[in-house]
DNA sequence: ATATATAGGTACCCTATGGATAGTGATGAC
DNA sequence: GTCATCACTATCCATAGGGTACCTATATAT
C-alpha cells in the first residue's frame, strides 16, 4: 500500500542518478542519524552536541552538521562573543526527518539483542566451518 | 512520547560500546537501505537484485547480502543446479525492518526537490563569498 | 607574567571502505 | 567453437572516514 514502485512524481532511489537516491547517500550514516536524533528535543551547543555523541571527533561533528545545514535540515546560529556560542536547530524538514530517524533507532535499540544473537550464531557456524 | 532517552532496557545508541550502536552503523549503507526495500515485496534473485540497483557492483551486492544474513534480516537459498540459482528473501526482523526503511525511502523521493534546492542555494552562497 | 581552560573550529595524515575491472566453473544456445 | 548465463571471487585503486594536533581570543588561576 505505499511505495514498493515509483514514487508518483517520477523519484526512484533505485536509480543512480535520480535526486532522491543523493539524498539516500546523504542520510546513510550513523553521525546524520545521531546528530538528527540529537537535536530532536531543541537547539543545542557544538560542545553538548560532542559530549552527547560518544566516540565522535570535533572534525566529523562539524563534517556532519555542515552537511546538514546545506541540505536545509539544521540551522545554524553563530553568537558573536567570546568565547565564541554557536548553537544548531533542526529546521521544519529536519524535525520532520527526526521522527522517521528516531524510529530506526528505537528499532535499533530494540533489536540490538536478537542480532547480537544472530551474530553469534554465523560467528559459530563460521567457527565449525574451519573445524570440519 | 517515545525514546528520545535511554530505552526501557538500557539500551542506548548513543553509546559507542552498546550493541544497539553497531546495529545502526551497519544500517547506515545506502545499498543496505535498497536492498532490504528491494526484498519487500518477495524473494529475488541475485541477478535480479543487482538489475534492479542500478549501479551495484557484484561485490558490494554480495557483500551487502552477507552481512544482512549474518545478522539475521535476510535468508539465503541456494539451489544445487546448474547454472547455480540462489534466492534470497527477508527474515521476519527483515520484513519489520523494511516498512521502516521504506518510509525513509519514500521520504527521500518526496523531499528530494527541497533538497536539490537548499543544496543550490548553499553552493550560490559559496560562490558569493568566493566573488566578495 | 605565564599557564590553563573554554569554545568552535581547521589542517594534516593515515587507514579502511567503497567501487571498478577482470576472472572462475559448468552448462546451453547459436 | 565461442558466446552468454549465473553467482560469485580476487585484485587493484581512489576516496572517505577517522585520529591527532593546532588555531583564535578571552577569562581565570597561579
Given at each position: 500500500m505505499d511505495s514498493d514502485d515509483v514514487s508518483p512524481l517520477g523519484?526512484?532511489?533505485?536509480?543512480?542518478?535520480?535526486p532522491s537516491h543523493t539524498v539516500l547517500e546523504m542520510l546513510a550514516s550513523k553521525w546524520v542519524y545521531l546528530t538528527v536524533c540529537a537535536l530532536r528535543r531543541g537547539r543545542l551547543r557544538n560542545g553538548e552536541l560532542a559530549r552527547k555523541?560518544?566516540?565522535?571527533t570535533p572534525k566529523m561533528l562539524t563534517q556532519t552538521l555542515r552537511v546538514l545545514e546545506r541540505d536545509g535540515l539544521v540551522r545554524r546560529e553563530v553568537f558573536p562573543v567570546i568565547p565564541p556560542r554557536v548553537e544548531y536547530e533542526l529546521t521544519e524538514l529536519g524535525q520532520n526527518l527526526a521522527g522517521l530517524l528516531s524510529q530506526i533507532r528505537s528499532w535499533a535499540e530494540e533489536h540490538a539483542p536478537e542480532i547480537k544473537e544472530a551474530r553469534a550464531r554465523a560467528s559459530a557456524d563460521h567457527d565449525e566451518m574451519a573445524v570440519s
Amino acid at each position: 500500500m505505499d511505495s514498493d514502485d515509483v514514487s508518483p512524481l517520477g523519484y526512484d532511489a533505485f536509480r543512480r542518478t535520480c535526486p532522491s537516491h543523493t539524498v539516500l547517500e546523504m542520510l546513510a550514516s550513523k553521525w546524520v542519524y545521531l546528530t538528527v536524533c540529537a537535536l530532536r528535543r531543541g537547539r543545542l551547543r557544538n560542545g553538548e552536541l560532542a559530549r552527547k555523541m560518544e566516540g565522535i571527533t570535533p572534525k566529523m561533528l562539524t563534517q556532519t552538521l555542515r552537511v546538514l545545514e546545506r541540505d536545509g535540515l539544521v540551522r545554524r546560529e553563530v553568537f558573536p562573543v567570546i568565547p565564541p556560542r554557536v548553537e544548531y536547530e533542526l529546521t521544519e524538514l529536519g524535525q520532520n526527518l527526526a521522527g522517521l530517524l528516531s524510529q530506526i533507532r528505537s528499532w535499533a535499540e530494540e533489536h540490538a539483542p536478537e542480532i547480537k544473537e544472530a551474530r553469534a550464531r554465523a560467528s559459530a557456524d563460521h567457527d565449525e566451518m574451519a573445524v570440519s
